[in-house]
Structures are given as structure tokens and as C-alpha cells.
């Protein structure tokens, strides 16, 4: 069986913030039907791992474009053909869950790697961060902090969790 691939959230996000205004190679993956428009991993994985879906989603609320929703699962949704990057929903999120690159339209091709193919992610495995991808035989491992994004992909991110869940 393949190996999954294992995209350290943290380590990325240290990243970003040390270089602050670079921005990091992105991967590709096919998107299922239900997804809106082909995303990078980490704009599903920061949806569905990192945000921690406010109830009022100021976000949402801010969007001049209409451009974000919460979807059945109560995930955000950004609908990339609606969306200006005029990146308030950035600026107005309280918990700094997105980052400042997140919603640039990269024309730089040489950013985007399709983990679909095996050289394409070796060389995406090379420019990341040190230590922000890896390839393992693993599956989730909730205990440390690991996830799963679909049958490839598994994410290390540090969830947030109220007493209440
Ligand atoms: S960056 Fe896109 S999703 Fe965010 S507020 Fe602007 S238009 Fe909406
Ligand atoms: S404001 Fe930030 S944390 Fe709250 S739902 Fe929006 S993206 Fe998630």
C-alpha cells in the first residue's frame, strides 16, 4: 500500500511567520465532487483542522465577495470564483487562522505541486520546510496530534477542543 503523506501544520506555520511575507509551496490534490473548486491542501486542512468554527464566523460576515460559507459539516467553505483575496477575512479572524498568503491568487507555477505524481512530490517533499513533509506507513494518530485530510493525506495540527466537546 502507499505511503501517506504527512503535512506538518505547526512547522508550516512557524515558517510563515519567521519569513513573513514568503510564501510557501502549496500541494494539489483532485478534489472530490463535493469540494468546490481544486484547493491546496493546507486551505482544506486549515478549514477543517485549525479554524475553530465560531459560531458567528466573522468571516463569513466581512466577505464582500460572498465568497465564504459554513458547509453541511460546518466547515468554511471559500468559493475561489467568487473570492477578491482582499484577504479582510484575515484581518477580522480572531484567531489568526489563516495566513496572510493564504488567499493570493499565485500565478507562480512553481509553487503548486500535484501530489498525484510521484516526482511532482518528491520535489515538493525537497523546497517545504525542513521536517513539514514526510512520507509514512502510519494512519491517525489523534494521540499525537495526527490526522486524517482523505486516503493520502494526514495532517499534524493542535485542534482546538472546548470542555464542552
Ligand atoms: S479574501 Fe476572499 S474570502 Fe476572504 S474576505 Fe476577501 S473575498 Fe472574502
Ligand atoms: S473567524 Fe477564523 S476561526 Fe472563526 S470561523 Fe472564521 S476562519 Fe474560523
Redesign the pocket.
Known amino acids: 500500500m502507499a505511503q501517506k503523506i504527512l503535512i506538518d501544520m505547526f512547522k508550516l506555520r512557524t515558517v510563515m511567520t519567521e519569513k513573513c511575507d514568503q510564501s510557501l509551496p502549496e500541494a494539489l490534490f483532485y478534489p472530490s465532487p463535493s469540494i468546490n473548486g481544486l484547493k491546496t491542501i493546507r486551505e482544506l486542512a486549515t ?1 477543517r483542522f485549525t ?4 459560531e458567528d ?4 460576515a466581512v466577505c464582500p465577495a460572498e465568497a465564504l460559507e459554513k458547509d453541511e459539516e460546518g466547515l ?1 467553505n471559500r468559493y475561489t470564483n467568487l473570492c477578491i483575496s482582499c484577504k479582510s ?1 484575515v484581518t ?4 489568526g ?2 495566513m496572510t498568503d493564504f488567499f493570493t491568487h499565485h500565478r507562480n507555477k512553481d509553487l503548486f505541486y500535484d501530489l498525484n505524481d510521484s516526482t511532482e512530490l518528491r520535489k515538493f517533499m525537497e523546497v517545504s520546510p525542513a521536517g513539514s513533509v514526510s512520507l509514512t506507513d502510519t494512519d491517525e494518530l489523534p494521540e499525537e496530534h495526527i490526522y486524517r485530510l482523505n486516503d493520502r493525506i494526514l495532517i499534524k495540527e493542535y485542534l482546538y477542543v472546548t470542555e464542552n466537546k
Request: with cysteine; hydrophobic share 40%; proline share 12%.
Open positions: 478549514f479554524c475553530r468554527k465560531c464566523a466573522p468571516c463569513i468554511i477575512c477580522i479572524c480572531p484567531f487562522t489563516m
